[in-house]
């Protein structure tokens, strides 16, 4: 948003809010995104370079499979991150309510249909709580908040299943995992699906202007009659459905799970935020630069295992490549590529 | 003119000493915090008579003194508004670099070891420093992407090896296990750096600067704090700390693995945050940091003792975790409404 003063025809200054910028190239092509865009056919490039076996469809596409699963998380954790809150949650909520549907299916007899369903309420109820807390006792963080519940929920999650792992689950619970819908992997449609159902919430709908209402300015939204705290709650509780759906992908393509499943996803996810443009200092941030990101960070982390590279390698690639895409805009650059 | 005015000037002097001190008692922010520890404490005692023993408190503070070492850092990278991720890989780091050099040269000081640790550590921490305030990264994602890059650096160096006890010579395994003046080793040493800090924080010039420049950069900065400066002080300490607790920890658990210490910069930051540290920064005190982590040391050593099954430990202290900093807060609560009723209008 910027100002326009100009002169009406009595000579007074007219101050007006532009709602939207201007639409010029200059400023469209100096977005963010397109520095994620050359980013990612770099990585492309270098994969491809590195092992004949991954610049071709199936393994492209194959490739989906094995990083999907996590990236649900990661819209509403733009939201929450647009808020100026965060959730650390996210990855014991997904161990939490994976255990919960394992052990309801197989302990309680409960239909697997079911055992779905109580899966996303159950991550549902994690985000709820934390939403529910954070505005209850606004003078702690959400980092405080979540950070307990984040020890509470994997608690809970080994007092159910202790030490064991549990399986077996019906044939068509693998479906998705690994299943395949007109040749493409259900887990992309769906993530797809997904990113154009919150692209549209956060930038077309009121409630996405709110939101970011809230992250330039906590107290002027409240003041201009945003329901801060039902908004906040919703977006935990998306947080947490999210991680539901995350836990029901991840279950499905491991075939069984334990209660430390998902360890630290939320620092993955927190990373994948950030390399989109999302700022944890609240304001800012853009869907398709998230789901940029995750492609990013995923095809690196896939095709790097392709060749063999070792995770603890990827480690220090990753964390590399975090510094150097958010470092990128601050350091000052010539002129004509800074970004506006 | 003033006497007529205050007829009995040193009347009212006495009644605002009186109440100054009232409100004191009650500024006492980790008033809460404390009430509820002494209750735990209790509680634990009834079910175990053996808690409050003379070698069971020692072997909890023995078991707390890194963790409150690598609070007091914590504490002053939250002060600044920061925080710091990468701890636990720091650790990892300096333990693995550590004990690789003196399974090689079996005769090496314990001292030189130990510097050798703050100095990695230091070094790690600068890189944060440098990137939180040079190059103007938020700090969860800095340190968040230097945690990845120091735990893969340490598996890199380890090659998926563990250094085992049997290769460190006892002069450094007793770094952590051997007494000074009948006192275990960590204890004189988080005593020390406990007392190097209470001077550094509230007597230097220095230390106070790190409140102002938490508590608002603007007018620090306007007042003439380098606040770059001050937050590349504060990393560094931070990742000083952290490398000497890298060498304590490896010293003191006789093995070196890639994955030592995962995770454990949220129990740092839990026991911060139990005492009293805001997220928001500017606000913090070496009293609550103790507290936060005596309650945390009391959590792992407690359950144990009540037979509590492992599988429990971990959800019993994450609600405990929640329940006490809720209660703190009403508590704070309480107390502020308190002084706003107090204050004569």
């Known amino acids: 948003m910027e100002h326009k003063t100009e002169l ?15 639409f010029t190239f200059k400023g469209f092509f100096l977005q963010w995104e397109w ?9 492309m490039i270098i994969n491809a370079t590195l092992s004949p076996y991954f610049l071709n469809y199936p393994s492209l596409r194959d490739g989906t499979m094995t990083f999907l699963d996590k990236a649900f998380i990661v819209f509403p954790m733009a939201m929450i991150m647009i808020l100026r809150d965060i959730d650390i949650s996210v990855g014991s909520t997904v161990a939490l309510s994976s255990v919960v549907m394992a052990t309801m299916y197989n302990s309680l007899g409960v239909p697997m249909e079911l055992a779905v369903v109580i899966c996303l309420v159950v991550g549902a109820l994690c985000g709820l709580i934390n939403g529910l807390l954070i505005i209850k006792f606004k003078e702690l963080s959400a980092v405080i908040i979540t950070l307990g519940t984040m020890i ?19 044939e068509w619970f693998g479906f998705f995992g690994w299943g395949y819908v007109y040749g493409t992997p259900f887990v992309l449609i769906l993530f797809i699906c997904v990113a154009i159902v919150f692209g549209v919430i956060l930038h077309k709908s009121t409630f996405g202007r709110e939101i970011f209402a809230i992250g330039k300015n906590p107290t002027a939204s409240r003041f201009s009659g945003v329901k801060v705290d039902r908004i906040k709650v919703i977006v935990f509780v998306l947080a947490g459905l999210m991680a539901g759906v995350t836990a029901l992908f991840l279950t499905s393509r491991m075939g069984s799970t334990r209660p430390n499943v998902a360890n630290m996803y939320e620092l993955d996810v927190i990373a994948m935020a950030a390399l989109g443009g999302v700022s944890t200092a609240g304001g800012k941030g853009k869907i398709i630069g998230t789901v940029i990101a995750v492609f990013i960070i995923g095809y690196l982390q896939y095709g ?10 990827l480690l220090i690639v990753v964390g590399a490549l975090l510094i150097f895409a958010v470092a990128l805009p601050k350091v000052r650059l010539p002129k004509i590529f800074r970004k506006k | 003119m003033p006497e007529n005015i205050i007829p009995n000037a040193t009347q009212v002097d006495a009644q605002i000493v009186k109440t100054s001190k009232l409100a004191s008692l009650y500024k006492f922010r980790e008033l809460g915090l404390l009430a509820f520890i002494i209750i735990l404490a209790i509680a634990v005692q009834l079910r175990n008579s053996s808690f409050l023993s003379g070698e069971n408190i020692n072997d909890m503070i023995t078991n707390t003194a890194i963790l409150s070492i690598l ?8 002060i600044t508004r920061g925080i710091d991720l990468s701890i636990a890989s720091v650790i990892a780091l300096s333990g693995m670099i550590t004990a690789q050099i003196v399974s090689a040269n079996q005769n090496l000081n314990p001292i030189l070891v130990i510097l050798l640790g703050i100095v990695i550590g230091m070094v790690a921490g600068f890189i944060n420093g440098f990137l939180v305030s040079k190059v103007g990264l938020l700090p969860i994602i800095a340190t968040l992407a230097t945690m990845n890059i120091f735990r893969g650096i340490t598996y890199k160096i380890s090659g998926g090896e563990w250094v085992s006890s049997y290769q460190m010579p006892e002069s450094f395994v007793s770094i952590a296990t051997g007494k000074t003046f009948g006192i275990n080793n960590l204890i004189v040493i988080a005593i020390v750096i406990y007392l190097i800090f209470f001077y550094f924080i509230n007597h230097t010039r220095t230390g106070r600067q790190i409140y102002a420049v938490g508590s608002n950069p603007e007018s ?24 000497l607790s890298g060498v304590l920890w490896v010293s003191k658990f006789a093995s070196a693995q890639g994955d030592t210490a995962s995770g454990y910069e949220m129990t740092v930051i839990a026991a911060c945050i139990l005492g009293g540290v805001s997220i928001a920064g500017g606000a913090g005190k070496i009293s609550g940091v103790i507290l936060g982590a005596i309650l945390i040391g009391i959590l792992n050593n407690a359950l144990p003792l009540l037979n509590v099954s492992p599988f429990w430990q971990n959800a019993i202290q994450g609600a405990i975790i929640l329940f006490a900093v809720i209660m703190n807060t009403l508590v704070k609560r309480g107390v502020d409404r308190n002084n706003l009723m107090r204050r004569k209008i």
């Open chain 1, 8 to 22: 009406d025809n009595q000579g007074y200054i007219q101050r007006s809010l532009l709602d939207k910028k201007e």
């Open chain 1, 35 to 43: 520095m994620l865009v050359i980013i990612l056919i770099a990585v």
């Open chain 1, 152 to 170: 509470l929920y994997r608690g809970i999650a080994y007092v159910i299943l202790e030490d064991q792992a549990s399986g077996n689950f019906p």
């Open chain 1, 304 to 313: 790097l295992g392709l060749i063999n590279i070792p995770a603890q390698t």
């Open chain 2, 71 to 78: 609070a007091l850092g914590m504490m002053i990278v939250l």
């Open chain 2, 220 to 243: 620090a900065r306007v007042s003439g704090i380098k606040e770059n400066r001050i937050l590349m002080l504060v990393y560094t300490i931070m990742g000083g700390l952290a490398g």
